[in-house]
C-alpha cells in the first residue's frame, strides 16, 4: 500500500468582486442582514463574456497547482472533477479540463457530491494513489453558480450565499511521512429535497418544463430549507472530524488546521466551540468568496498555505457536509 501526498495547490476566482451593498439592486436585503446570517461581506461573480465556465476556472486553478508542484499536465494520470455547475448536463467537465491542459488521454472522473463534492473527490483520488493505479491525480473542484441563481427577494436566502471560483490540488504518491491519513463519507438520501435543485432532469424533463410552464414552478433553482440544513449541518460537521480523528487515535488539539467546507460562518463558529478549538485552528475565508461548494475546500487550503499557515509536518483537517444529505472528512499530514 502506497502513501498519498500533496503536492501542489492553486486557486482561481472571478475579478468581479460582488459586495452585499451590490445585491440590493437585485432584491431586497442589506449588508447587515446577510452578514449576521451568513459571515459573507462579498463574492466573485463571473461576468458573461470573461471566458470563466466551470472547466476554464478549474484549468486556471489546476494550472497553478502544478507548476508548485514541478509537474506538467503530461506527468498527470488522472483527473477527478467536483462540480455541481458542469459547464454541460453531459459531457461532465473533467473530460473538458483533460483537453485544455493537453493531458494524455488520461481518465477523467466527474464527482456529483455537491458541497462535499471536495472531500469525496479527495478521497477518491486517495484511493487511486495507494492502490497503485496511478501515481499523480488532479484534484479539482469547481463552480460557476452565479448563472443559476434567482436574483430576486424571493430567492434571496439562497443567491447571497453563492459565489465562483476553483481550487485545484496534486495528489501524488509519496515516499515521506506525508500521507492522507483517513477519509471517511456518509449520505442519508431521505433528506435530499431539503437542498436541491430538482429540474431539468430526468423527471423534470427540459420540454415538460417548456410545454407546461408555469411561472411559480421554482423547480430550475436552487431550494434550501435553511434552518433544517443548518440543525444538521452543526452535528455532522463535527462527528466528521471526530470520526476521522478517532480513526487514526488524535484530538481536535492535535490539529492545526481545519479547513471546513465555507458554508456560512455561523456553522464554522459552532465547531469551533463544540471542538473547543483556538480561533488559528481554523480557517475561514467566507467573509471574501461566499460559497463556492465544491471548490471552497480547495480554494480555502491554497490561501491558508499561500499564507504560511500550512507547512511541512502539519495536520489539516478537511470536513464538508451539503446536499444529499452528504458529509464527510479527509485527515491529512502535509
Given at each position: 500500500?502506497?502513501?498519498?501526498?500533496?503536492?501542489?495547490?492553486?486557486?482561481?476566482?472571478?475579478?468581479n468582486i460582488v459586495t452585499n451593498n451590490d445585491l440590493t439592486k437585485y432584491m431586497?436585503?442589506?449588508?447587515?442582514?446577510?452578514?449576521?446570517?451568513?459571515?459573507?461581506?462579498?463574492?466573485?461573480?463571473?461576468?458573461?463574456?470573461?471566458?470563466?465556465?466551470?472547466?476554464?476556472?478549474?484549468?486556471?486553478?489546476?494550472?497553478?497547482?502544478?507548476?508548485?508542484?514541478?509537474?506538467?499536465?503530461?506527468?498527470?494520470?488522472?483527473?477527478?472533477?467536483?462540480?455541481?455547475?458542469?459547464?454541460?448536463?453531459?459531457?461532465?467537465?473533467?473530460?473538458?479540463?483533460?483537453?485544455?491542459?493537453?493531458?494524455?488521454?488520461?481518465?477523467?472522473?466527474?464527482?456529483?457530491?455537491?458541497?462535499?463534492?471536495?472531500?469525496?473527490?479527495?478521497?477518491?483520488?486517495?484511493?487511486?494513489?495507494?492502490?497503485?493505479?496511478?501515481?499523480?491525480?488532479?484534484?479539482?473542484?469547481?463552480?460557476?453558480?452565479?448563472?443559476?441563481?434567482?436574483?430576486?427577494?424571493?430567492?434571496?436566502?439562497?443567491?447571497?450565499?453563492?459565489?465562483?471560483?476553483?481550487?485545484?490540488?496534486?495528489?501524488?504518491?509519496?515516499?515521506?511521512?506525508?500521507?492522507?491519513?483517513?477519509?471517511?463519507?456518509?449520505?442519508?438520501?431521505?433528506?435530499?429535497k431539503e437542498l436541491s435543485v430538482l429540474a431539468p432532469g430526468a423527471l423534470n424533463?427540459?420540454?415538460?418544463?417548456?410545454?407546461?410552464?408555469?411561472?411559480?414552478?421554482?423547480?430550475?433553482?436552487?431550494?434550501?430549507?435553511?434552518?433544517?440544513?443548518?440543525?444538521?449541518?452543526?452535528?455532522?460537521?463535527?462527528?466528521?472530524?471526530?470520526?476521522?480523528?478517532?480513526?487514526?487515535?488524535?484530538?481536535?488539539?492535535?490539529?492545526?488546521?481545519?479547513?471546513?467546507?465555507?458554508?456560512?460562518?455561523?456553522?464554522?463558529?459552532?465547531?469551533?466551540?463544540?471542538?473547543?478549538?483556538?480561533?488559528?485552528?481554523?480557517?475561514?475565508?467566507?467573509?471574501?468568496?461566499?460559497?463556492?461548494?465544491?471548490?471552497?475546500?480547495?480554494?480555502?487550503?491554497?490561501?491558508?498555505?499561500?499564507?504560511?499557515?500550512?507547512?511541512?509536518?502539519?495536520?489539516?483537517?478537511?470536513?464538508?457536509?451539503?446536499?444529499?444529505?452528504?458529509?464527510?472528512?479527509?485527515?491529512?499530514?502535509?
Amino acid at each position: 500500500m502506497y502513501k498519498s501526498k500533496i503536492l501542489g495547490l492553486g486557486k482561481y476566482v472571478p475579478d468581479n468582486i460582488v459586495t452585499n451593498n451590490d445585491l440590493t439592486k437585485y432584491m431586497d436585503t442589506n449588508d447587515q442582514w446577510i452578514r449576521e446570517r451568513t459571515g459573507i461581506e462579498q463574492r466573485r461573480w463571473a461576468v458573461p463574456g470573461d471566458g470563466n465556465t466551470t472547466a476554464t476556472m478549474g484549468v486556471k486553478a489546476a494550472k497553478i497547482a502544478l507548476e508548485r508542484a514541478r509537474l506538467s499536465p503530461k506527468d498527470i494520470d488522472f483527473i477527478v472533477f467536483a462540480t455541481l455547475s458542469p459547464d454541460y448536463y453531459f459531457p461532465g467537465s473533467g473530460v473538458l479540463v483533460q483537453e485544455m491542459l493537453g493531458c494524455d488521454t488520461i481518465g477523467a472522473l466527474d464527482i456529483r457530491n455537491q458541497c462535499s463534492g471536495f472531500v469525496y473527490a479527495l478521497a477518491t483520488a486517495d484511493q487511486f494513489i495507494k492502490t497503485g493505479m496511478y501515481k499523480n491525480i488532479l484534484v479539482i473542484g469547481s463552480e460557476l453558480q452565479s448563472t443559476g441563481l434567482d436574483l430576486s427577494t424571493r430567492g434571496r436566502g439562497v443567491a447571497v450565499l453563492f459565489g465562483d471560483g476553483a481550487g485545484a490540488l496534486v495528489l501524488s504518491r509519496s515516499n515521506d511521512d506525508s500521507d492522507i491519513l483517513s477519509n471517511h463519507l456518509h449520505s442519508e438520501g431521505k433528506l435530499a429535497k431539503e437542498l436541491s435543485v430538482l429540474a431539468p432532469g430526468a423527471l423534470n424533463p427540459p420540454n415538460k418544463l417548456v410545454e407546461d410552464w408555469d411561472p411559480e414552478d421554482l423547480s430550475y433553482y436552487p431550494y434550501m430549507n435553511g434552518n433544517f440544513v443548518f440543525k444538521h449541518a452543526v452535528t455532522r460537521f463535527p462527528e466528521a472530524i471526530m470520526e476521522g480523528l478517532n480513526a487514526v487515535n488524535l484530538t481536535p488539539q492535535d490539529i492545526d488546521l481545519l479547513v471546513p467546507h465555507q458554508a456560512n460562518l455561523r456553522i464554522s463558529q459552532f465547531v469551533q466551540r463544540k471542538l473547543n478549538m483556538r480561533d488559528e485552528q481554523i480557517m475561514n475565508n467566507i467573509q471574501k468568496y461566499g460559497n463556492t461548494t465544491a471548490a471552497s475546500i480547495p480554494i480555502a487550503m491554497t490561501e491558508a498555505w499561500e499564507a504560511g499557515r500550512i507547512k511541512r509536518g502539519d495536520l489539516v483537517v478537511t470536513a464538508a457536509f451539503g446536499s444529499g444529505f452528504t458529509w464527510g472528512s479527509n485527515i491529512i499530514r502535509f
